[in-house]
């Protein structure tokens, strides 16, 4: 009972947040002017960003409302992003790694990578091999769930994961990764409750709209044991009942013009 009313009140922020007049006018129409006039000058990336972010957060308040449509604003949303973060990272691979350091934050790698899988966002394998490269050391003690997310690209790459104490509560997914599914599903819904409790905090990854109440990590999780034809158990968790996961993209994924043109700016990088 407590985390239904709890899903009902993320559920109407989400749905408010969307309704707002300001949001619509600052995050979307006046980003998604400056893509259209400014597409190669350097507020590209940010406006990619809060542009996408809009449309994640707005399609997902319609997929709530009952409207399937809303999957393809939110793949939008995600690809938006996606460049975003494309557009910020150095040409040189060899640089990257030999400095160690990100473009942009952490959260918003995990984000991106966490949704590429949850949406199966079929251009997103760039992004992937970023968080690929992060080594251990790389993630802190409150970075459980960025490093939860590179597991999960190790494992789809047929690759041993590190299991780092650094996972927290996720490690015990992995654990039970080959082993009982009754329990691997109770490790699951018990990480749905660590969601639950920090959607609503400031500052936390799941505080961004896209992830306030879509389950993003655990649809990533099934996503991956799917690649790796692996049964997923049924997570009995009151995340898992709402439209964002019981209904599902009816199209292929949506191309949109201003993520054509960053595309066509990143490849030529």
């Known amino acids: 009972m407590r985390d239904q009313s709890k899903i009902t009140s993320l559920a109407r922020g989400l749905t408010e947040w969307a309704d707002r007049p300001g949001n619509a006018k600052f995050l979307g129409r006046e980003q998604e002017l400056i893509l259209t006039e400014q597409a190669h000058g350097p507020q590209a990336p940010v406006a990619a960003w809060m542009l996408g972010t809009w449309r994640l957060g707005h399609g ?26 494309l557009l910020r990272r150095p ?9 160690g350091k990100l473009p942009f934050s952490l959260p918003q790698l995990t984000l991106t990578t966490l949704l590429g899988l949850a949406l199966h966002d079929p251009d997103a394998e760039s992004v992937y091999d970023v968080m690929l490269e992060l080594p251990d050391r790389a993630f802190g003690e409150r970075d459980s769930l960025a490093l939860y997310a590179r597991e999960l690209l190790l494992l789809r790459a047929g690759r041993r994961p590190s299991l780092p104490p650094q996972l927290g509560s996720y490690r015990e997914i992995l654990l039970h990764w080959n082993g009982n599914q009754d329990v691997l599903a109770l490790r699951l819904a018990d990480v749905l409750e660590l969601h639950l409790e920090a959607a609503g905090r400031t500052g936390s990854a799941f505080e961004d ?37 019981t209904m599902k993209p009816a199209s292929d994924w949506p191309r949109d013009p201003l993520v054509a043109a960053i595309e066509r700016r990143t490849h030529r990088r």
Do not use: C
């Not at 040409?91 to 400095?99: E, I, K, M, P, Y």
């Open 91 to 99: 040409g040189d691979r060899g640089n990257r790694r030999q400095t």
């Open 209 to 245: 709209p896209s992830a306030r109440l879509y389950p993003l990590e655990i649809v990533a999780t099934a996503n991956v044991r799917r690649w790796l034809d692996l049964p997923t158990p049924k997570v009995e968790h009151a995340m898992m009942f709402t439209n964002l996961v």
């Open 60 to 85: 997902f308040a319609r997929v709530l409302r009952g409207d399937g449509r809303g999957f393809d604003e939110a793949r939008t949303g995600q690809a938006l992003r996606r460049g975003s973060l």
